[in-house]
């Protein structure tokens, strides 16, 4: 059994930050990668960032030089940065981690970016 809790969603203004956490636990050993998706509604989920367990990341070339992505292996935990935040920015976010045993979803995150 894999549970993701995730925090950190909200409501901010044009231009503003907000931090996305996630924390996995659960029957694993190791993460291979984890990552934050995003989807508005009537469309298909999308990949926003991604990190593996030696630190490689990836961004949607959407959210590059805006969004940081880490983790802490410690604790099983990944994190959003996400400054300069748009309009378009406002969706749902979904935590994901990929290990082994499975890929596994949290039950989202609403970020609002609205003045």
């Known amino acids: 059994q894999v549970q993701l809790v995730e925090s950190g969603g909200g409501l901010v203004q044009p231009g503003g930050s907000l931090r996305l956490s996630c924390a996995a636990s659960?029957?694993?050993?190791?993460?291979?990668?984890m990552g934050w998706y995003r989807q508005a509604p009537g469309k298909l989920r999308e990949p926003v960032a991604q990190?593996?367990?030696?630190?490689?990341?990836y961004y949607a070339d959407s959210v590059k030089g805006r969004f940081t992505i880490c983790r802490d292996n410690a604790k099983n935990t990944v994190y959003l940065q996400m400054t300069s935040l748009k309009p378009d920015d406002t969706v749902v976010y979904y935590c994901?981690?990929?290990?082994?045993?499975?890929?596994?979803w949290g039950p989202g995150a609403q970020v609002t970016v609205s003045s």
């Open positions: 659960g029957s694993f050993f190791s993460i291979d990668v």
């Open positions: 994901n981690i990929e290990f082994s045993g499975g890929n596994y």
């Open positions: 990190i593996t367990s030696g630190g490689t990341t």
